[in-house]
T-cell receptor, first 111, second 114 residues
Framework: RKEVEQDPGPFNVPEGATVAFNCTYSNSASQSFFWYRQDCRKEPKLLMSVYSSGNEDGRFTAQLNRASQYISLLIRDSKLSDSATYLCVVSGGTGGFKTIFGAGTRLFVKA | DADVTQTPRNRITKTGKRIMLECSQTKGHDRMYWYRQDPGLGLRLIYYSFDVKDINKGEISDGYSVSRQAQAKFSLSLESAIPNQTALYFC?????????????FGPGTRLTVL
């Protein structure tokens, strides 16, 4: 089992739709959680951190469920420019430095 | 100018050749990382360095070596390239505060080993 698992998609949605991605992680000692965005053939960039209480940044909402060991990303009112791959990142825990990137979920937003 | 730069951006080489990928940063960060990205596998950590005198192996260090020449420079070498090292390579940096910090990535180097 991979340490961080994501549905690879692709998710194909029309503009204006709401779309949600989940990411599960196996290390219960993980401490920090993030969503990165990666455009085609570009470098990943931090989209948002994920806090235990949940957090919202404009159209984006991230949530953490420690009991079930998953994090989620909700995108409301999708824009064409949201088309990208979304990477789940889990960090921390025992055994020294450990940051694991998920393989990503591809999103295509269509006009 | 980009804060994290990588050279070359693209490289095609042959099996058995020695290759060096270079990374420079102007962010003043102590921590630097090398990752490779393969389709369906996500980013995997090759080596990381928390300061100039600190080098650590990551998840997939076999077949690679690194050199931290200065705070701002971290190079990755493939001593004898093989085809399964064909991948997209990213350098990243972060500062030293906390157990995890936002990582800033370079634009990537696309390496093809024939």
């Amino acid at each position: 089992r991979k340490e961080v698992e994501q549905d690879p998609g692709p998710f194909n949605v029309p503009e204006g739709a709401t779309v949600a991605f989940n990411c599960t992680y196996s290390n219960s000692a993980s401490q920090s959680f993030f969503w990165y965005r990666q455009d085609c053939r570009k470098e990943p960039k931090l989209l948002m951190s994920v806090y235990s209480s949940g957090n919202e940044d404009g159209r984006f909402t991230a949530q953490l469920n420690r009991a079930s060991q998953y994090i989620s990303l909700l995108i409301r009112d999708s824009k064409l420019s949201d088309s990208a791959t979304y990477l789940c990142v889990v960090s921390g825990g025992t055994g020294g430095f450990k940051t694991i990137f998920g393989a990503g979920t591809r999103l295509f937003v269509k006009a | 100018d980009a804060d994290v730069t990588q050279t070359p951006r693209n490289r095609i080489t042959k099996t058995g050749k020695r290759i060096m990928l270079e990374c420079s940063q102007t962010k003043g960060h102590d921590r630097m990382y090398w990752y490779r990205q393969d389709p369906g596998l996500g980013l995997r950590l090759i080596y990381y360095s928390f300061d100039v005198k600190d080098i650590n192996k990551g998840e997939i260090s076999d077949g690679y070596s690194v050199s931290r020449q200065a705070q701002a420079k971290f190079s990755l070498s493939l001593e004898s390239a093989i085809p399964n090292q064909t991948a997209l390579y990213f350098c990243a940096t972060s500062d030293e505060r906390g157990s995890y910090n936002e990582q800033f990535f370079g634009p990537g180097t696309r390496l093809t080993v024939l």
